[in-house]
């Protein structure tokens, strides 16, 4: 299974802040990743496919690049309704695997 | 609004067989690919399966013996059935859509599974 691992795993950053998380893969997976947000007791929400692409209807202010093994999520003004739990997730090889996740909360 | 609907058992014994199904709102399903994933309560998230509208099965090979994921378009619903649970299978199970595959786009409200004896 490729293994996907996230930094940090926890930040903690004011209203307004830009906000950067990584994610790499044990190996490479060409563009195949998603990014998802889960607010608590909620399910998860598609923010980022194919690594940069922005989901219809999400605001401008999230942002993903990167390819092959390391990848960058960021959102470039943080809000309030951001806090939560960003994942990546690998579709390159099955098994599907997502990233332990990164905690975002307000300072 | 689109919204998809879970429904099963939420307490089993071990095992036992876990069923739960998804299902479109309005009578219709929308996407052309159908998951399901799992969480355990305050942990990540596990994939454990995929169907296309074709009825084509891609599954977690970790979970692939005890695993069914089932597509009725007459229903506009998906299923899913894990046979012989244990305990490590208490989790919230989530549906979701995509129109990617293994891109799930939206996810229903997950369903409280609890394995317990």
């Known amino acids: 299974d490729i293994q996907m691992t996230q930094s940090p795993s926890s930040l903690s950053a004011s209203v307004g802040d830009r906000v950067t998380i990584t994610c790499q893969a044990s190996q490479d997976i060409r563009n195949y990743l998603n990014w998802y947000h889960q607010k608590p007791g909620k399910p998860p929400k598609l923010l980022i496919y194919?690594?940069?692409n922005l989901e219809p209807g999400v605001p401008s202010r999230f942002s993903g690049s990167g390819s092959g093994t390391d990848f960058t999520f960021t959102i470039s003004g943080l809000q309030p309704e951001d806090v939560g739990t960003y994942y990546c997730q690998q579709y390159d090889n099955l098994p599907v695997t997502f990233g332990p996740g990164t905690k975002v909360d307000l300072k | 609004q689109e919204h998809l609907q879970q429904w099963g058992a939420g307490l089993l014994r071990p095992s036992e067989t876990l069923s739960l199904t998804c299902a479109g709102s309005g009578g219709s399903l929308s996407g052309s690919f159908y998951s399901w994933i799992r969480q355990p309560p305050g942990k990540g998230l596990e994939w454990i399966g995929e169907?296309?509208?074709?009825?084509?099965?891609n599954y977690n090979p970790s979970l692939k013996s005890r695993v069914t994921i089932s597509l009725d378009r007459s229903k506009s619903q998906f299923s899913l059935r894990l046979t012989s649970v244990t305990a490590a299978d208490t989790a919230i199970y989530y549906c979701a859509r995509g129109y990617r595959l293994l891109a799930p786009d939206f996810w229903g409200q997950g369903t409280l599974v609890t394995v317990s004896s």
């Open positions: 194919d690594a940069s």
């Open positions: 169907i296309n509208l074709g009825g084509r099965t």
